[in-house]
């Protein structure tokens, strides 16, 4: 794949980064990648540089996320690709469904969630906490259900976030839900220990109204949540004061 400079009539419209190595993708839906003192990185360290799209047949890219998982691209037909973070070898993801395309992805440190086309969620990389969500703690090198049934079952998806040991998911109705590590709370309102299927988290103590979460972030060992109304959430480790509560303890509570 070869790589080229910034057209300077195009406008960056979204960023995905891990440690030195920066992904953009533009309003056309360009892709281009650039590091930092990366000694083994094929791109110039100065600029961003254009990744030729031919191995995607030049079709548009609509999303892009980064960890030392993977840097993941999603194209308009819903095709997803993988690159080691420090490479522009990008290749094709199997949804493991017949039909069936992806339509968005997350990454943690070393795992990967995405939503297929269907609504539903697959997962795959590392499991020692739980965070794929599938009932064991089984690592899983390619796109895995997640487990359908108790919480989740019959649901379907439109936003997931993830970090490097637990997986977070909205479903339509504005339900949350998590998954994963248990490290100071931030599984919100379920049982302190390593979770390994879909949990729902209560926001009926602290909603004052009806209003649905509409978006959700995960962060390391703590989580965000919008209502429709503007209201936020938080809840996890308060280190440094990332909870926005005024309060440097670590919270269990919404």
């Known amino acids: ?9 195009e406008k960056f419209t979204s960023l995905s980064v891990i440690d030195n ?4 993708i533009t309003d056309s839906g360009s892709l281009y990648k650039w590091s ?7 791109y110039d360290k100065t600029k961003p540089n254009y990744i030729d799209k031919n191995f995607i047949n030049q079709k548009k890219i609509i999303k892009i996320a980064s960890s030392y998982f993977g840097s993941f691209i999603l194209t308009e037909e819903n095709k997803l690709y993988k690159a080691t973070p420090f490479s ?14 992806f339509l968005d992805i997350a990454t943690g440190g070393s795992h ?11 997962t795959w990389g590392s499991n020692g906490y739980g965070q794929l969500g599938n009932k064991s703690l089984s690592e899983s090198l390619t796109p895995t259900p997640v487990y359908a049934g108790g919480q ?3 649901k379907k998806f439109v936003e997931i976030s993830a970090r490097n ?13 998590q998954w994963g590590a248990v490290i100071f709370g931030q599984m919100g309102n379920v049982p302190q220990s390593n979770i390994d299927e879909p949990t729902i988290v209560d926001f009926s103590q602290v909603q004052s109204s009806n209003k649905k979460i509409i978006k959700i972030d995960a962060g390391n060992h703590f989580n965000l949540a919008m209502g429709e109304d503007s209201s936020l959430f938080s809840w996890g480790s308060s280190h440094s004061g990332v909870l926005g509560n005024i309060n440097s303890s670590n919270s269990n509570k919404d």
């Not at 522009?88 to 493991?96: D, V």
């Open 1 to 9: 794949i070869s790589v080229n400079h910034v057209d300077l009539n």
């Open 21 to 24: 190595v920066i992904q953009s």
């Open 36 to 42: 930092g003192s990366v000694p083994s990185s094929p």
């Open 88 to 101: 522009n070898a990008y290749s094709e993801i199997s949804s493991g469904k017949s039909g069936v395309g």
């Open 112 to 122: 990967a969630i995405a939503i297929l086309s269907d609504s539903t969620l697959v």
């Open 152 to 154: 989740i079952k019959n």
């Open 165 to 177: 040991k637990h997986s977070i998911a909205l479903d339509e109705s504005g339900a949350v839900y």
